[in-house]
């Protein structure tokens, strides 16, 4: 098993700037990937963001981003920690939703966080 808890989220106008974090512990393989999806109103749950990491795979992971976020968001994550965060800067409203941070593990089977509300306004 896998728990991961989330923090971060929030208000902001658009412009601004939020930092998501998201800790995972329990039974942590490697390599893994963790990152976030998020679900907005009327739409499906969407892949934001991505970073798999761990042995054999190059220093700082493999990134993956939604088309919508490159440039203006960045994920990273602490493998000590196994950590994972989610810098957004240049928020627009279009990013507002709840954003579920996830892990997989090397077997495929996945792991959700409780969800952070993000909302920004115009």
């Known amino acids: 098993q896998v728990q991961l808890v989330e923090s971060g989220g929030g208000s902001v106008q658009a412009g601004g700037s939020l930092r998501l974090s998201c800790a995972a512990s329990?039974?942590?393989?490697?390599?893994?990937?963790m990152g976030w999806y998020r679900q907005t109103p009327g739409k499906q749950r969407e892949l934001v963001a991505a970073?798999?990491?761990?042995?054999?795979?190059?220093?700082?992971?493999?990134?993956n981003y939604a088309d919508s976020v490159k440039g203006r968001f960045t994920i990273s994550r602490d493998n000590a920690k196994n950590t994972v965060y989610l810098q957004m800067n240049s928020l627009k409203p279009e990013d507002t939703g709840v954003y579920y941070c996830?892990?997989?593990?090397?077997?495929?089977?996945?792991?959700w966080g409780q969800g952070t509300q993000v909302t920004v306004s115009s």
């Open positions: 996830y892990y997989r593990s090397p077997l495929k089977r996945e792991y």
């Open positions: 970073i798999t990491a761990g042995a054999a795979i190059t220093a700082g992971g493999i990134t």
């Open positions: 329990g039974s942590i393989l490697s390599p893994n990937t």
